[in-house]
């Protein structure tokens, strides 16, 4: 997704909880790619971060929630702990940025963009075993649809605008806490997309300008 965007002569900031990774990612895309940590698990850490942010790079003026895990959950055995760490990365801190970064969008009078990527699993939850996740991801569906609602109709924040991008099956590592992570590998799924699969259908979305973007069988929602 950032190397599209840097494709597009768009300036890219990556962020994510693993400093080693993000060093590599950076000087692999170049063009200047700047990087931060951030755990959206660690909700405390967020002001501060959106404050860093926009003091460094004013003219920011997009937010990608991509942040996400999937953990597998049995009900008769149930982790609160993970989920409700589970819940904190996918729901609490999305929403925190988005909210902390409002302020700075509304003052971009060319626009601004908040895209938020939910789940097929958020409209039909087929994975029984992630319960979490699929409601995690239910959150995010509803919460980009009424965010976008109430952004248009104030004349403050008509300028932003809100994308909901929603994957099906992708052949990433988000299955790494299951006892197969290759399970959402084409070798095992035929129905899983690749990386570049997805990302085919996710810039025809871009480029055609729609509030939902879907790929594979995540384009019926």
């Known amino acids: 997704m950032a190397e599209y965007l840097i494709s597009q002569g768009k300036k890219i900031i990556i962020v994510g909880c693993t ?26 850490s967020i002001p501060s971060f959106i404050e860093t942010v926009i003091r460094d790079h004013p003219d920011v003026d997009c937010l ?10 049995e009900v008769n055995d149930f982790d609160l702990t993970k989920g409700d760490q589970e819940i904190a990365i996918n729901i609490t ?23 938020n990527v939910t789940s097929i699993l958020g409209y039909i939850p087929t994975s ?3 319960p979490v996740y699929n409601g995690t991801k239910a959150f995010g569906h509803f919460w980009s649809m009424n965010l976008r ?4 109709r104030d004349q403050s924040s008509v300028h932003i ?16 806490e299951r006892s197969d992570p ?12 690749s990386v570049e699969e997805f990302m085919d259908y996710l810039k025809q979305g871009w480029e055609e300008g729609r509030e939902v973007v879907g790929a594979g069988w995540g384009r019926r929602s």
């Open 128 to 130: 029984i075993i992630t």
């Open 149 to 152: 609602t109430q952004l248009a």
């Open 93 to 115: 801190g999305p929403m925190h940025l988005a909210i902390g970064f409002l302020p700075h969008f509304k003052s971009k009078s060319n626009g601004a963009v908040i895209m």
């Open 64 to 73: 990608v929630n991509n942040t996400c895990v999937q953990r597998p959950f």
């Open 19 to 44: 400093e080693s990774t993000l060093r590599t990612a950076a000087t692999e895309m170049g063009h200047d790619t700047t990087y931060y940590v951030l755990d959206t698990g660690d909700i405390a």
């Open 182 to 193: 290759d399970d959402n590998k084409k070798e095992k799924n035929p129905h899983a997309l």
């Open 161 to 176: 605008r809100v994308v909901e991008i929603v994957p099906p099956t992708v052949a990433t590592d988000l299955h790494r």
